[in-house]
């Protein structure tokens, strides 16, 4: 049965509930707004209301029987697939629900390793062993992209016992690859597809952007409803589409790892952002790639080169030879423009699916940048080249040996030749430049030395003061 996509089931349920004016005798302990500290009462005076709970007509995420069932379902009817779950723990719990419902212990699946940090969390808490397929250093965009569809092949080849593939499609920088050929590929083994798409929601959409691992035949598919679409921060979707995946797996481990209060405000900015992806048109999106042009226009005159992206609404600046992006951006953030993030010698901005509306303040502030960019003596250069260099790779020490092992802390300078316990990640992106479980080279310690000189920011307690490793 076609739905009608114009319906918001759980929106208007929260909003209807409101209006009866409900009397709390329940948590939330802010009781719909009544209670809350005075100073920060006006930011959050209008979504109080409805952060709601599971009351009679609100369904509940965890046994969904009405107003969520149908939002799941309009989406699931929306983006074409079997069935579609709602995600208040982001794609972080996407990921990890995908690949525990995917493989037991000691399974083996194969997994990019350019991924993001919750893929690798989902393969420590499974017990899986991983076999790593190593993206491909891009010279022309100057960084790794995708695995190349041959290193999949011999992957496939040597491990066709795996229970899945896993792979990140597009990545932050909107590059998609020949997903549609990969899928083939593992299709071909009867091995399901799972596909971090965290940040491909708006590819359901329209021609004018790349097309969604959905429609390529993917079996599992996370998406970010927040990164792309207006959902509220956290809000996600998990799409399931065949029968090679157990969905009730999937929901089984949804229901740990997702709390048993989810967020009512994240859960209907879900129902919301389906309905406005729904219901973008033609016109719209023309409206949203003018907008992409004229932004791009007003960005030629600083010192980079702005590389065509897949994804139209990424906007990558590429630095001219030598020029630090993580000190531009800096001097976007001074003038309040702030971008989504800034490698060694990249700037990424997200252009929104709506026209950037504060052209004048971009104008102004360009020639401001540029100039200081002019004086800039914060050169810097990092070669990365070396980060992923075994094509097909497992982890030094796999999973299920690392809880009976001891770890010591020792300098990262002494670490070369260590097996790591912990994994350091810059961020964003968010993936781990070393691995859990990886052993330490000399080139990832001077890559590493590097970032932290360059004031990039890492997810590990304390780098400078030690790493722990594996005894
Ligand atoms: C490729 C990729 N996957 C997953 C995630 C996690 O997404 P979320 O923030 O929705 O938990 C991110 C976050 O940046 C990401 O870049």
């Known amino acids: 049965m076609k739905r009608n996509q114009q319906d918001t089931p759980l929106f208007d349920a ?16 802010h009781k719909n707004g009544e209670l809350f500290p005075d100073f920060a009462r006006e930011f959050y005076q209008s979504i109080l209301p409805v952060d709601l709970t599971e009351l009679p007509g609100l369904d509940d995420l965890h046994a969904p029987q009405d107003v969520i069932k149908e939002a799941q379902e309009l989406a ?8 579609t779950h709602f995600l208040v723990g982001g794609s972080t719990a996407g990921n990890i629900a995908m ?31 991983p076999i790593f397929i190593a993206p ?8 790794y992209t995708a695995p190349d569809i041959n290193t999949l092949k011999k992957a496939l080849k040597q491990h066709p016992d795996v229970k899945a593939v896993m792979l990140t499609y597009p990545d932050y920088f909107g590059q998609t690859f020949a997903l549609k050929e990969m899928i083939g590929l593992a299709h071909e083994y009867n091995i399901p597809v799972l596909v971090d798409e965290a940040h491909g929601v708006h590819f359901s959409t329209h021609r004018a952007f790349p097309v969604s691992s959905l429609e390529f035949g993917a079996d599992a598919v ?19 589409n065949t029968a090679h995946i157990a969905n009730n797996r999937i929901t089984h481990y949804l229901q740990m790892l997702q709390s048993s209060s989810p967020s009512y405000p994240i859960m209907a900015s879900l129902d919301l952002a389906r309905w406005f992806l729904a219901n973008l048109k033609t016109a719209d999106i023309e409206a949203v790639l003018n907008s992409v042009r004229q932004v791009k226009e007003i960005l030629q005159a600083g010192p980079w ?9 990424k906007i990558t600046l590429h630095m001219e030879e030598g020029l630090c992006a993580r000190e531009a951006a800096g001097f976007f953030e001074n003038i309040g423009i702030y971008p989504e993030l800034a490698t060694h010698n990249q700037i990424l901005l997200i252009h929104g699916l709506t026209p950037f509306r504060n052209v004048k303040q971009l104008k102004k502030g360009m020639a401001r940048i540029t100039e200081q960019l002019k004086n800039t003596r914060n050169r810097a250069t990092i070669d990365l080249r070396n980060l992923f260099t075994n094509p097909i790779e497992k982890l030094a020490m796999p ?10 802390q020792i300098l990262l300078e002494q670490s070369a030749g260590c097996i790591t316990a912990e994994a350091i990640v810059p961020y964003p992106p968010g993936v781990p430049f070393v691995l859990r479980g990886e052993r330490i080279t000399e080139s990832h310690i001077s890559m590493i030395k590097q970032l932290i000189q360059q004031g990039a920011t890492i997810q590990h307690h304390d780098i400078i003061r030690g790493i722990s490793v594996f005894k």
């Open 222 to 240: 996370v998406q970010s409803a927040h990164k792309m679409a207006p959902a509220m921060t956290m809000g996600s979707f998990l799409h399931v």
């Open 99 to 129: 690949v525990l419902g995917a493989c037991n212990a000691g399974d083996e699946i194969i997994v990019q390793r350019n991924s993001h940090k919750s893929v690798f969390n989902g393969l420590e808490l499974s017990g899986a062993r």
């Open 136 to 143: 491909e250093f891009d010279a022309a965009v100057d960084r």
């Open 305 to 313: 080169q702005i590389p065509l992206t897949d994804d139209p609404l």
């Open 76 to 83: 699931a009817d929306f983006f074409g697939v079997e069935q």
């Open 399 to 408: 999973y299920g040996m690392m809880q009976h092992q001891q770890t010591k």
């Open 14 to 29: 929260l909003q209807q509930f409101t209006k009866r004016s409900p009397t709390s005798f329940h948590v939330p302990g």
